[in-house]
């Protein structure tokens, strides 16, 4: 029988068929029309993701006699979610039918997951307007696992399917909630690009269509800028005919002669100019507005022979061109999903390391022959890794966030060092990043993850500024900021001690007539669809949020260099690793948690603490305990998510019985604006998973004192 840790990698290596299933979805989804989901569309993708359930099928994992799993739920899922209800039902026909082929003691729970799969796809397809957002998309990944779980409920007996439902909840939850969550974000980035991408075919078309109904004027030059050939549309835009304009130079009708010297000079210069706008003086004497985009050519030798122009009517196509710049507003968004799951991919990558040293150091004090020197040193190993894994968490789930940084004391090094790590796993190989570091710490107080994004956002910008390869350079150093330099700054900043991290390319720089602008929301140096769609809006304001100041200087051809200024502080380093006295107490705590796991750590905590701990399972179990015990509990410590009745439903029902009774509310996962309606309703405090015990001592002593 499989279980654990060996459960989940068979289910993770499980999603390989998800690979063909994307690429054919999208496919699919490019022939059929993705403004209409027609009845014919769903069968078809119906039939497409049950051949991929009966693939997925065929990894037959046994967790119990007669008890098979695989990633078939995930399909369904995401099938009723991206298909729409038919697709979904047909799913789950397929998978019904062979789950009964295959026979077994589990087939009765089996089918009854697939029903509650397909339940949870139809209702992820009907609210996907709503799943807007990573957070959101979580969130339903969240929910959709939670939701198909009970079905092993239903496996031989109420009993047996209960224990074969706790063994199975944490490996075979993490392999479904991933395969929908990554699956689904990359089927929904497929819709939308889809989308975007037959929006701009018909808009180009529309734009084609126009231009061509237009009466534009091209013609051809010599080295000298004279006309050798023009269309004959010049008689109808500006009254002279081809003969009167061939041997004339274009820029000798320009209204402004001094325009004239500008325009054959960026042509001679550059090489090509686009949208040149100008007045031309028509042959009655009238003017019309004129945009010139030019090219020179060359002859077989790579001499200069002259130019290649198409002049049109500026004023005929502002409608088109702005249509145009809209569309490509929105394909930017696109690139903030990509850039999204680049960064998240590194990030899960120093996941995986962090669980290898939490594994690694378990299984090394299993030994019986270690001793207190190699006991500390691998509980300190389990303990480092396990703070790298949370800390890697709420870098994802802040990575979008908006809100004020959490200020608190940290060591910038350690942050440059890990950005480092991930920008070498994400940009281009033929970039070589150096590190600089002319200090072994600086300590400053701020919020690391959104700190960690500026770095990344300058690095991956400057990583799409040498798309031919270079060099990026972190480097970090302190200074002093002098009265005069604070009060020349754009930014509200004090004298007195800064670190400046230098963060410095060898790319095609910035032009100084639009350096000025790089800081303006959405506005980007790179080309289309270079973008990370974070924007060095971003960091100027994380910047600004922590009281520091960013500059920036620019050569074309030479690099950009971007010198981030932030405040020291004036703490020492020793308050930064002085573990406070635990605050001990005394009486009953109620702990809440359907976790065996955090049970059993939180109540030995506690206990050491000196109190007195009662454990519940669920909600409803919590209730009736402390109707029981209502005199003695002094506190209660409640999970969020638990079978039977939640936190949130067992907070209001205990609150309702005891208005003063303290109680802490413990949770992996939530967002800010959760937390504040907890806040609201009366909640004492909030204790986010993972939690040191210097945590968990202060909150219960600061509430029962």
């Not at 007996?157 to 990359?186: E, H, N, R, W």
């Not at 350690?414 to 600089?436: C, F, N």
């Given at each position: 029988?499989?279980?654990?840790?060996s459960?989940?990698?068979r289910?993770?290596n499980?999603?390989?068929?998800f690979?063909?299933?994307?690429?054919?979805y999208?496919?699919?989804?490019g022939?059929?029309?993705?403004?209409?989901?027609?009845?014919f569309?769903?069968i078809?993708?119906?039939?497409?993701?049950?051949?991929?359930?009966l693939?997925?099928?065929?990894?037959?994992?046994t967790v119990?006699?007669?008890?098979?799993?695989?990633?078939?739920?995930?399909?369904?899922?995401l099938g009723?979610?991206f298909?729409?209800?038919?697709?979904?039902?047909?799913?789950?026909i397929?998978?019904?039918?062979?789950?009964?082929?295959l026979?077994?003691?589990?087939?009765?729970?089996?089918?009854?997951?697939?029903t509650?799969?397909?339940?949870a796809?139809c209702?992820?397809?009907?609210?996907?307007k709503?799943?807007?957002?990573?957070s959101?998309a979580?969130?339903?990944?969240?929910?959709?696992?939670?939701?198909?779980?009970?079905g092993?409920i239903?496996?031989?007996?109420?009993?047996?399917?209960?224990k074969?439902?706790?063994?199975?909840?944490?490996p075979?939850?993490?392999?479904?909630f991933?395969?929908?969550?990554?699956c689904?974000?990359?089927?929904?980035?497929?819709?939308?690009r889809?989308?975007?991408?037959?929006k701009?075919?018909?808009?180009?078309?529309?734009?084609?269509?126009?231009?061509?109904?237009?009466?534009?004027?091209?013609f051809?030059?010599?080295?000298?800028?004279?006309?050798?050939i023009?269309?004959?549309?010049?008689?109808?835009?500006?009254?002279?005919?081809?003969?009167?304009?061939?041997?004339?130079?274009f820029?000798?009708?320009?209204?402004?002669?001094?325009?004239e010297g500008?325009?054959?000079?960026?042509?001679?210069?550059?090489?090509?100019?686009?949208n040149?706008?100008?007045?031309?003086?028509?042959?009655?004497?009238?003017?019309?507005?004129?945009?010139?985009?030019?090219r020179?050519?060359?002859?077989?030798n790579?001499?200069?022979a002259?130019?290649?122009?198409m002049v049109?009517?500026?004023?005929?196509i502002?409608?088109?061109?702005?249509?145009?710049?809209?569309?490509?507003?929105?394909?930017?968004?696109?690139?903030?999903m990509e850039s999204?799951?680049t960064?998240?991919?590194?990030?899960?990558?120093d996941?995986?390391?962090?669980?290898?040293g939490?594994?690694?150091?378990?299984?090394l004090?299993?030994?019986?022959?270690?001793?207190?020197?190699?006991?500390?040193q691998?509980?300190n190993?389990?303990?480092?890794?396990?703070?790298?894994a949370?800390?890697?968490?709420?870098?994802?789930?802040t990575?979008?966030?908006?809100?004020?940084?959490?200020?608190?004391?940290?060591?910038?090094?350690?942050?440059?060092?890990?950005?480092?790590?991930?920008?070498?796993?994400?940009?281009?190989?033929?970039i070589?990043i150096?590190e600089?570091?002319?200090?072994?710490?600086?300590?400053?107080?701020?919020?690391?993850a959104?700190?960690?994004?500026?770095?990344?956002?300058?690095?991956?910008?400057a990583?799409h500024?040498?798309a031919?390869?270079?060099?990026?350079?972190?480097?970090?150093?302190?200074?002093e900021?002098?009265?005069?330099?604070?009060d020349?700054s754009?930014?509200e900043?004090?004298?007195?001690?800064?670190?400046?991290?230098?963060?410095?390319?060898?790319?095609?720089?910035?032009?100084?007539?639009?350096?000025?602008?790089?800081?303006e929301p959405?506005?980007?140096?790179?080309?289309?669809?270079k973008?990370?769609?974070?924007?060095l809006?971003?960091?100027?304001?994380?910047?600004?949020?922590?009281?520091g100041?960013?500059?920036v200087?620019?050569?074309?051809?030479?690099g950009?260099?971007?010198?981030?200024?932030?405040p020291?502080?004036?703490?020492?380093?020793?308050?930064?690793?002085?573990?406070?006295l635990?605050?001990?107490?005394s009486g009953?705590i109620?702990l809440?948690?359907?976790e065996?796991?955090v049970?059993?750590?939180a109540s030995t905590?506690?206990?050491k603490l000196?109190?007195?701990?009662?454990?519940a399972?669920?909600?409803?179990?919590?209730?009736?305990?402390?109707?029981k015990h209502?005199k003695?509990?002094?506190l209660v410590?409640?999970?969020?998510i638990?079978?039977?009745m939640?936190?949130?439903?067992a907070?209001k029902?205990?609150?309702?019985?005891?208005?003063?009774?303290?109680?802490?509310?413990?949770?992996g996962?939530?967002?800010?604006?959760?937390?504040?309606?907890?806040?609201?309703i009366?909640?004492?405090?909030?204790l986010?998973k993972?939690?040191?015990?210097v945590?968990?001592?202060e909150?219960?002593?600061?509430?029962?004192?």
């Amino acid at each position: 029988m499989i279980q654990g840790s060996s459960l989940f990698w068979r289910l993770f290596n499980n999603l390989a068929i998800f690979t063909v299933l994307i690429v054919v979805y999208s496919y699919l989804h490019g022939v059929f029309s993705s403004s209409h989901r027609t009845f014919f569309r769903q069968i078809v993708m119906g039939l497409i993701f049950g051949a991929a359930v009966l693939i997925c099928m065929q990894v037959k994992i046994t967790v119990h006699q007669g008890v098979l799993v695989d990633q078939r739920n995930t399909v369904v899922i995401l099938g009723g979610a991206f298909g729409g209800p038919i697709t979904g039902l047909i799913t789950a026909i397929i998978a019904v039918i062979y789950r009964i082929h295959l026979g077994g003691e589990g087939v009765y729970g089996g089918c009854i997951g697939i029903t509650l799969s397909v339940i949870a796809g139809c209702i992820g397809f009907y609210n996907r307007k709503k799943i807007n957002t990573i957070s959101k998309a979580t969130l339903a990944a969240l929910a959709a696992t939670i939701f198909i779980l009970p079905g092993f409920i239903f496996i031989i007996d109420i009993q047996t399917g209960f224990k074969i439902l706790q063994k199975m909840t944490i490996p075979y939850g993490s392999a479904i909630f991933l395969g929908v969550f990554i699956c689904g974000l990359v089927m929904f980035n497929e819709e939308y690009r889809h989308e975007i991408k037959n929006k701009l075919r018909a808009s180009e078309k529309q734009y084609r269509e126009l231009f061509e109904s237009l009466i534009d004027v091209c013609f051809r030059t010599d080295p000298n800028g004279k006309i050798i050939i023009i269309s004959p549309s010049c008689e109808k835009i500006f009254g002279y005919s081809p003969a009167e304009l061939v041997g004339k130079r274009f820029s000798d009708y320009f209204n402004d002669s001094d325009i004239e010297g500008t325009f054959l000079s960026k042509v001679s210069c550059a090489g090509n100019i686009d949208n040149f706008q100008t007045i031309f003086t028509k042959k009655d004497g009238s003017s019309v507005w004129i945009s010139v985009n030019a090219r020179a050519y060359f002859d077989k030798n790579g001499a200069f022979a002259g130019f290649e122009a198409m002049v049109r009517d500026i004023t005929q196509i502002r409608k088109a061109m702005e249509e145009k710049i809209q569309l490509q507003e929105n394909i930017k968004q696109i690139q903030k999903m990509e850039s999204i799951g680049t960064l998240a991919g590194g990030i899960a990558h120093d996941f995986n390391n962090t669980l290898a040293g939490i594994i690694g150091g378990a299984e090394l004090l299993r030994d019986n022959d270690i001793t207190d020197q190699q006991h500390r040193q691998y509980v300190n190993l389990i303990l480092t890794s396990a703070d790298k894994a949370s800390d890697l968490t709420r870098k994802l789930l802040t990575f979008s966030r908006k809100g004020t940084p959490i200020a608190r004391p940290l060591d910038i090094i350690p942050i440059l060092s890990d950005t480092v790590a991930i920008l070498r796993r994400t940009i281009d190989k033929s970039i070589t990043i150096h590190e600089d570091y002319r200090i072994k710490s600086a300590f400053l107080e701020g919020d690391g993850a959104l700190l960690q994004n500026v770095f990344l956002n300058l690095g991956i910008n400057a990583g799409h500024a040498m798309a031919e390869g270079g060099q990026l350079i972190f480097s970090v150093e302190t200074v002093e900021l002098s009265k005069k330099y604070c009060d020349l700054s754009t930014f509200e900043i004090s004298p007195g001690a800064f670190v400046e991290i230098t963060v410095s390319d060898t790319g095609h720089g910035i032009p100084k007539d639009i350096i000025t602008r790089i800081f303006e929301p959405f506005f980007t140096t790179k080309e289309q669809g270079k973008g990370t769609g974070l924007g060095l809006s971003a960091v100027y304001g994380t910047v600004q949020d922590h009281h520091g100041a960013i500059s920036v200087y620019s050569e074309v051809g030479k690099g950009t260099v971007f010198h981030v200024y932030l405040p020291v502080t004036n703490k020492k380093v020793d308050e930064f690793y002085l573990e406070p006295l635990l605050p001990k107490g005394s009486g009953i705590i109620l702990l809440v948690d359907d976790e065996e796991l955090v049970q059993a750590t939180a109540s030995t905590i506690l206990s050491k603490l000196g109190y007195e701990v009662i454990s519940a399972e669920n909600g409803k179990k919590g209730i009736e305990l402390y109707q029981k015990h209502q005199k003695e509990i002094r506190l209660v410590i409640l999970d969020m998510i638990m079978p039977v009745m939640g936190g949130r439903e067992a907070f209001k029902t205990l609150h309702a019985l005891n208005p003063s009774l303290p109680i802490i509310i413990s949770s992996g996962f939530s967002r800010e604006e959760d937390l504040e309606a907890l806040r609201q309703i009366g909640v004492s405090g909030f204790l986010r998973k993972p939690f040191h015990r210097v945590e968990l001592a202060e909150m219960i002593s600061k509430l029962l004192a």
